[in-house]
């Protein structure tokens, strides 16, 4: 099969600063006039025209922070790869180096193009593994770790692991993602950013994959559960990355589309972008995040062993995201300093929360807005997992300013939440009155809509 990997010459040149200032005094006519401007003029980027080698501009977000996130906006020409297969994506991937690369996606890369059926090991089969392990044949007191190789568990770790070494793409150092223009994206993929600095991925749709092959644990939870793997976006001790323009989505295969096994929904999608394993620096702006259950995950755990390696880290900046038919996690965080602004948050029926508020994190949550329907209140937008304080302040649900805090206190008597998270965030661009978020935020988020 033909990788498709061409090498191109840049053709950039250096555009004129691009400026936005507005006194914000919120009639409707400035409103609509900042909703149709272009991205890069509400967010006063200074790029040149091809979005290939833009970088991250000054104060924006965490991963502006120190030496900034420029990805491989540097790259020389034989280092600029045009890609339309996930074969020609992962060799460009590969190229050896650290000097900068870019990549440039055409069309949607499939990594799953011919079907689960490829990674099962031989002898698999998914019949045998429910009579194997129904509660009714092993029980509901002992999970599957101790299974031979030859068991059906033994033959779906084999298939799970096929599947994991085809379907993740490991990111180098100084490296830019861009889709081109309106249609690219990646399906079915993991993108790893894992121990490497000076990331950028922008411009992309992430299709989240789909675990072919999840596993039953009759000992999670009351009833068992089927657990998978596979994130869209991983940010695994990286720095200093920045995910714009993206639209991160369930696509084909939606959670309301899968069955039901042992009494319990065959979960096979994980997260959307997790942040781990002290990960630092991040930016993700004008993003969309749709349909999906488990979202944004920031610090994977509470054991001591996880904190010594994320406090102080997971620095992280979210802004002008849709957050859109979601149940959770936008985000759950521990530990890191995380910035939310700016951001819509559109919930459906079932909607569980936005803010995960975890073990020592300190999140502020500022100038968002929130629209939430009939049956669905304001106080379930905090969710309290450890007793952090937080702040949240100047954020709208359905038009109206809303204290945060205290409609989850007043709904959560038992478990309240303190505010203040302990610091003030310093790197944001210009900051949109929480009215004009919904506007602004629906016209220039996504995948497709960068300029």
Same mark, same amino acid.
């Given at each position: 099969?033909?990788?498709?990997?061409?090498?191109?010459?840049?053709?950039?040149?250096? +555009?004129?600063?691009?400026?936005?200032?507005?006194?914000?005094?919120?009639?409707?006519?400035?409103?609509?006039?900042?909703?149709?401007?272009?991205?890069?003029?509400?967010?006063?980027?200074?790029?040149?025209?091809?979005?290939?080698?833009?970088?991250?501009?000054?104060?924006?977000?965490?991963?502006?922070?120190?030496?900034?996130?420029?990805?491989?906006?540097?790259?020389?020409?034989?280092?600029?790869?045009?890609?339309?297969?996930?074969?020609?994506?992962?060799?460009?991937?590969?190229?050896?180096?650290?000097?900068?690369?870019?990549?440039?996606?055409?069309?949607?890369?499939?990594?799953?193009?011919?079907?689960?059926?490829?990674?099962?090991?031989?002898?698999?089969?998914?019949?045998?593994?429910?009579?194997?392990?129904?509660? *009714?044949?092993?029980?509901?007191?002992?999970?599957?770790?101790?299974?031979?190789?030859?068991?059906?568990?033994?033959?779906?770790?084999?298939?799970?692991?096929?599947?994991?070494?085809?379907?993740?793409?490991?990111?180098?150092?100084?490296?830019?993602?861009?889709?081109?223009?309106?249609?690219?994206?990646?399906?079915?993929?993991?993108?790893?950013?894992?121990?490497?600095?000076?990331?950028?991925?922008?411009?992309?749709?992430?299709?989240?994959?789909?675990?072919?092959?999840?596993?039953?644990?009759?000992?999670?939870?009351?009833?068992?559960?089927?657990?998978? *793997?596979?994130?869209?976006?991983?940010?695994?001790?990286?720095?200093?990355?920045?995910?714009?323009?993206?639209?991160?989505?369930?696509?084909?295969?939606?959670?309301? +589309?899968?069955?039901?096994?042992?009494?319990?929904?065959?979960?096979?999608?994980?997260?959307?972008?997790?942040?781990?394993?002290?990960?630092?620096?991040?930016?993700?702006?004008?993003?969309?995040?749709?349909?999906?259950?488990?979202?944004?995950?920031?610090?994977?755990?509470?054991?001591?062993?996880?904190?010594?390696?994320?406090?102080?880290?997971?620095?992280?900046?979210?802004?002008?995201?849709?957050?859109?038919?979601?149940?959770?996690?936008?985000?759950?965080?521990?530990?890191?300093?995380?910035?939310?602004?700016?951001?819509?948050?559109?919930?459906?029926?079932?909607?569980?929360?936005?803010?995960?508020?975890?073990?020592?994190?300190?999140? #502020?949550?500022?100038?968002?807005?929130?629209?939430?329907?009939?049956?669905?209140?304001?106080?379930?937008?905090?969710?309290?997992?450890?007793?952090?304080?937080?702040?949240?302040?100047?954020?709208?649900?359905?038009?109206?300013?809303?204290?945060?805090?205290?409609?989850?206190?007043?709904?959560?008597?038992? #478990?309240?939440?303190?505010?203040?998270?302990?610091?003030?965030?310093?790197?944001?661009? *210009?900051?949109?009155?929480?009215?004009?978020?919904?506007?602004?935020?629906?016209?220039?988020?996504?995948?497709?809509?960068?300029?």
């Amino acid at each position: 099969m033909s990788t498709h990997i061409w090498h191109e010459h840049d053709k950039s040149s250096r +555009a004129g600063q691009a400026t936005w200032t507005a006194a914000l005094a919120g009639c409707t006519a400035l409103v609509l006039s900042l909703a149709a401007a272009p991205a890069e003029a509400r967010t006063g980027h200074h790029h040149p025209r091809d979005t290939a080698r833009q970088t991250l501009p000054a104060n924006d977000g965490w991963a502006s922070h120190g030496t900034g996130t420029t990805g491989g906006a540097a790259a020389a020409a034989e280092r600029v790869f045009t890609v339309s297969t996930w074969a020609g994506f992962r060799a460009a991937l590969a190229v050896e180096g650290t000097a900068p690369r870019i990549i440039k996606v055409k069309g949607t890369v499939d990594a799953v193009s011919a079907g689960c059926e490829a990674f099962a090991a031989p002898g698999y089969d998914f019949d045998a593994y429910l009579e194997a392990y129904s509660p *009714e044949n092993w029980g509901m007191d002992t999970d599957l770790s101790a299974e031979p190789d030859d068991s059906p568990e033994g033959l779906r770790r084999a298939s799970a692991a096929e599947q994991d070494t085809s379907i993740k793409a490991h990111v180098p150092a100084n490296t830019t993602i861009v889709g081109v223009g309106r249609n690219a994206g990646l399906k079915g993929a993991s993108l790893q950013i894992k121990d490497v600095d000076n990331v950028i991925v922008r411009n992309l749709t992430f299709e989240s994959p789909v675990d072919c092959f999840p596993q039953w644990d009759p000992t999670d939870g009351d009833q068992g559960n089927w657990n998978s *793997e596979y994130d869209s976006a991983v940010v695994y001790g990286a720095t200093h990355v920045w995910l714009d323009h993206n639209t991160f989505t369930d696509g084909e295969h939606p959670d309301s +589309a899968a069955p039901t096994y042992f009494g319990m929904l065959y979960q096979q999608h994980d997260g959307q972008l997790d942040i781990v394993k002290g990960a630092d620096h991040v930016t993700a702006s004008w993003n969309v995040f749709t349909e999906h259950d488990k979202t944004i995950l920031i610090g994977n755990s509470d054991s001591e062993a996880t904190a010594a390696v994320d406090r102080g880290h997971l620095k992280s900046t979210f802004h002008h995201n849709l957050f859109k038919g979601l149940v959770e996690r936008a985000p759950r965080v521990r530990f890191g300093q995380v910035d939310v602004y700016n951001n819509h948050f559109v919930a459906g029926d079932d909607y569980g929360y936005s803010f995960g508020v975890g073990k020592e994190s300190q999140l #502020v949550a500022e100038h968002n807005a929130f629209t939430l329907p009939d049956g669905v209140s304001a106080g379930q937008v905090l969710k309290r997992w450890n007793d952090s304080p937080l702040t949240a302040a100047r954020n709208r649900v359905n038009g109206r300013t809303t204290d945060l805090i205290a409609a989850h206190n007043a709904q959560n008597p038992d #478990v309240p939440l303190g505010s203040g998270a302990g610091w003030t965030p310093t790197l944001r661009t *210009e900051v949109l009155p929480s009215r004009a978020v919904p506007s602004v935020v629906d016209r220039g988020a996504g995948a497709g809509r960068l300029r």
